[in-house]
Nanobody, 120 residues
Framework: QVQLVESGGGLVQVGGSLRLSCAASGRTFSGYNMGWFRQAPGKEREFVAAISYSGGTRRYADFVMGRFTISRDNAKNTVYLQMNSLKSEDTAVYYC?????????????WGQGIQVTVSS
């Protein structure tokens, strides 16, 4: 089993920045592609960003438009999502995810989710 625990969420002003962290249990962290999804009220869960096993490949949703950066530190079993220039529509519950294959395919493990609220 791999447990994913998100942290770093909260309330931020429009245009501000926030960094989410996702800490994973186990020694096999580097064997997983990692990613972030989000879900706003009344909307389906949507893909935000993904990063490959060693951090060499990154993928982002179009709506990020260069505002977000995903990174990972395998020595710390942690993946990060740096969010800049936040908009009100970024308000959602953000979920960390791990996959042995593509993040765009089957997800093996999900975090519990963490609230991000962007206000004016």
């Amino acid at each position: 089993q791999v447990q994913l625990v998100e942290s770093g969420g909260g309330l931020v002003q429009v245009g501000g920045s926030l960094r989410l962290s996702c800490a994973a249990s186990g020694r096999t962290f580097s064997g997983y592609n990692m990613g972030w999804f989000r879900q706003a009220p009344g909307k389906e869960r949507e893909f935000v960003a993904a990063i490959s096993y060693s951090g060499g490949t990154r993928r982002y949703a179009d709506f990020v438009m260069g505002r977000f950066t995903i990174s990972r530190d395998n020595a710390k079993n942690t993946v990060y999502l740096q969010m800049n220039s936040l908009k009100s529509e970024d308000t959602a519950v953000y979920y960390c995810a791990a996959s042995r294959g593509s993040i765009m395919g089957a997800i093996d493990y999900w975090g519990q989710g963490i609230q991000v609220t962007v206000s004016s």
